[in-house]
T-cell receptor, first 111, second 116 residues
Framework: GIQVEQSPPDLILQEGANSTLRCNFS?????LQWFHQNPWGQLINLFY???GTKQNGRLSATTVATERYSLLYISSSQTTDSGVYFC?????????????FGRGTQLTVWP | EPEVTQTPSHQVTQMGQEVILRCVPISNHLYFYWYRQILGQKVEFLVSFYNNEISEKSEIFDDQFSVERPDGSNFTLKIRSTKLEDSAMYFC??????????????FGPGTRLTVL
């Protein structure tokens, strides 16, 4: 299967700070999604971004598929941004596009 | 906005018992999935399902597991004889691919299964 490495594993920030989360993957992909797992365990879709750049409010993401990495940017972080951020990728060898998840980045934002 | 729903939110069972986890995917979606997440670990794929057939399954999805779409709205995961190591959060997901193999998956809130 596809290996997905996320860094850093843990990130602690003061409210208002900016951060960059990285996702490296080991093979060509046709699907890449970023999720936020909230304290109740729910996976919230942030971006569907197999290539290119997208922005949604204070969050933006960039995937460079040819170099096999994606970045998630969080600007002006808020305490509600705390939680685990997962990157998940789907490869071309899977008919329905099973997702391979990374181990996540645990983000803690202090007031 | 349409969303994937799952019931129950929590399930506690005794080892060896059968459990059925239920999901209602987004209504116009065609592809359905189950994933699980053992506490503190990453999310792992179990099975994908399309047109009333399993499309792909992982090595975790052994003979103890089965899936079914009993009607036009529900999608179920059955664990025949639960083990302690089946304790996990189970997520259902669905997608409507615009192109074959390219699709965004939407996840339900999960069912937390505890096996005693």
């Amino acid at each position: 299967g596809i290996q997905v490495e996320q860094s850093p594993p843990d990130l602690i920030l003061q409210e208002g700070a900016n951060s960059t989360l990285r996702c490296n993957f080991s093979d060509s992909v046709n699907n890449l999604q970023w999720f936020h797992q909230n304290p109740w365990g729910q996976l919230i879709n942030l971006f569907y971004i197999p290539s290119g750049t997208k922005q949604n409010g204070r969050l933006s993401a960039t995937t460079v598929a040819t170099e096999r990495y994606s970045l998630l940017y969080i600007s002006s972080s808020q305490t509600t941004d705390s939680g685990v951020y997962f990157c998940a990728v789907g490869g071309r060898g899977s008919t329905l596009g099973r997702l391979y998840f990374g181990r996540g980045t645990q983000l803690t934002v202090w007031p | 906005e349409p969303e994937v729903t799952q019931t129950p939110s929590h399930q506690v069972t005794q080892m060896g018992q059968e459990v059925i986890l239920r999901c209602v995917p987004i209504s116009n979606h065609l592809y359905f999935y189950w994933y699980r997440q053992i506490l503190g670990q990453k999310v792992e794929f179990l099975v994908s399902f399309y047109n009333n057939e399993i499309s792909e399954k992982s090595e975790i999805f052994d003979d103890q597991f089965s899936v079914e779409r009993p009607d036009g709205s529900n999608f179920t995961l059955k664990i025949r004889s639960t083990k302690l190591e089946d304790s996990a959060m189970y997520f259902c997901a669905s997608s409507y691919p615009l192109d074959r193999g390219i699709n965004e998956q939407f996840f339900g809130p999960g069912t937390r299964l505890t096996v005693l």
